[in-house]
Each structure stands twice: as C-alpha cells, then as structure tokens.
DNA sequence: CCTGCACCTACGAAATCCGTGACGATTGGA
DNA sequence: TCCAATCGTCACGGATTTCGTAGGTGCAGG
C-alpha cells in the first residue's frame, strides 16, 4: 500500500544528460535496492521490495539484471589482518612509454588488489597485499620494479586502516 | 560423501605459529567458506557446505560467527561510474602532530572511502569519491586542506581504474 | 571421573527462491 | 490513429533454502 517511490518510470523519460561513459539507466528504484544489498548482501528479496515499493519478483529481476549487467557484485569482503595478510602498501609508480602493458601486468599480479591510472607525480598506483614484509618486498623489489617501462616507485607502507567501506550510492 | 577437508580440527593443534595481530586463529575450512562467498555472496549454505565437507547448519553457524565478529561482511560493492561518481582520486597527506584526530575527520567524511596512515612521504592517504569535477575540488580544497594538523596535500586523479577485487584469501 | 564448553549433525516448520504466464504502459511504424 | 512489439511488473505454485532447536561428540580443567 504504502506508496512513496511511485511514478518512478514516467518521471524521467530521457534521463538526465546521458553523456556518460555509456550505461548509466540506473533509475531511483535500482539505486534503493542497492542501498539496500550494501547494508546487507543477503537480505530477501522480499524484504527489499517492501522497503522500495517493488514486488519480490520485479527485485529479483533487477537484481538479477544488476548482477548480469555487472552493476555491481555481492561478495564477501574481509579484514586483510584476519585472514593472514600482516603487510600491505600503496605503491606510486613512475612509468614510461605506453602505461597499458605496465598496467595489465600489474594486474595479472594476484597481490596487487588495486590498480589505477592516475593524474599527477604518479602515472601508476598500486595497492599491494601480502602475507608479511619479506613477502611485500619481493612483490616490490623483483616483480614490480622489473617490470619493463617501470622506470621509479615510492612505496607507501599501511600502518593503520581506519576507513574501508563500500557505500557508494548509500550516501 | 566425498571426504577431502576432513580432519580439520585435529590436523592443527596449535596453528602455523599463532603471532599474529590477536584476531582468532581463522582455520582452513572458515577460510573455504570465505572463498566461496567472495564467489557469490548469496550462495545458499547447502552449496558451500558440500563444497567444503559440512552440513548445512554448520556453515550457517559458522557464517553468522564470522559476521558477528566482524571477521567479513557480505555487501553489494558497486562500480562507482555507473552509480554517478565520476571523479575520483587518491589523495596523499602530510601533516603534523598527532594524526589520530586528523584520520578521525577524514573517516567522518562520506566522500572519503578509504582512510589509511601510512610510512613513506606521506603520513595519510585517502581516497575520495565524487560526483565531479567541482565537487572533487571542493572536498579536497575546502574541507581536507582545512583540516588542522593538515600541512599540504597532493592529488592523484583517477584516469582508468584497471583492477579492483576482494579476493584475499582466494589465492 | 565428571563438568563445561565448543562444535557438529539431524530434522521439521516457516520463509524464501525461482520459473512462468498474464496484464498494463510505452514506443515505433504503417 | 491504430496496431504490434517490447519492457516492466504482478501473481502464483512448487522446489529449495533458511532457521530454531534438540542431541551427540571431543577436549580441557577441576
């Protein structure tokens, strides 16, 4: 009964500028359901659809849309310390030439987690986790600076987390 | 049927030198169990308890500890360009005193996701998401260099995020 | 020896998931 | 204007999963 997300269809009939990258129909109905997943990736879909004003198979649907579509994911994440990776850094990287090679080698590493083409003094950054330090600096120091193109790095050694959410969209 | 993961308990008395950070010990058959949920977060409990030799309401059991004990957390993580974040950035931060208050303002920022004190040249590096342009220059130019105990800033833009996942522990 | 504790299994009831068919609205073209 | 195609949603029943609970076992401490 209680309405409130109704006319969520004809209310946009074009979107709002969609000079995006090249998928952005994400409505105000999928931006409450995944609202709804990042608090709790296994909430019914039930349990969903009462909260956005959907019937359980039409969330099912998006949903499964979502996922298909890779929107998004929903996946266990954890705390690094727990699961026995005692060192991680962030690795600034100073390249030459082409940067995609460079970057899809670094991406073939199973212990970098993270990489991102950046503006700025860094061309590279990589978020590195290992199991302890002799570990992270043979990542470093024979894997990552061997690579061809690398020409420098800075590394940036974690001593502390003290934020790591995923609440994109939840704000 | 199909033994494989059995003798779990009695095969680790004491675990593989248990110094670590003091977090509990996290055996193999709870780190299977994560592996299959970084798979799918919503895998039913049946599935994994086959896929790792338990029962259905072992797993459960076992599942709701590690949540409780905010080993893990089962959450939709979305990409953030399709949620309309189209800037981002890494920021690195010098500053002086005590960095505690100043992490302790930048985690209380929505627009910052990820908040870690790090060695090197930098004492802070955070990362923050935003809608666009302005919005990136204000959060960094308004509100973080503002910040006291904040001495100077620098900024990496993101121009291609190439790898992002969760996999710790799916080695 | 026995008590307490942590962990696992077993099992029935309730809730959820999933496939399917139908209905209404919007779109594009004759 | 009208018609057909398409998309999103709802309704519904059966298979599956979840959930609470009771019972059994191995281990450490008294």
Redesign the pocket.
Known sequence: MQSEVVA???AD??GPRSRSGGSP?L?A?SLAIIEQLQEDG????????KAV??????????V??LLDQGVMQIVAVTDPLTVGFRRQAMVGIHAEGDLDPVADALTAMPECEYVVMTAGSFDLMVEVVCEDDDHLLEVINQRIRALPGVRSTESFVYLKLKKQTYMWGTR
Do not use: C, M
């Not at 296994?42 to 659809?49: F, W």
């Open positions: 969520s269809r004809s009939p074009k129909p409505d109905v296994r909430r019914p879909y039930a349990a969903i659809g004003g959907l019937s359980e198979a039409a969330v099912r649907q998006r499964q849309k």
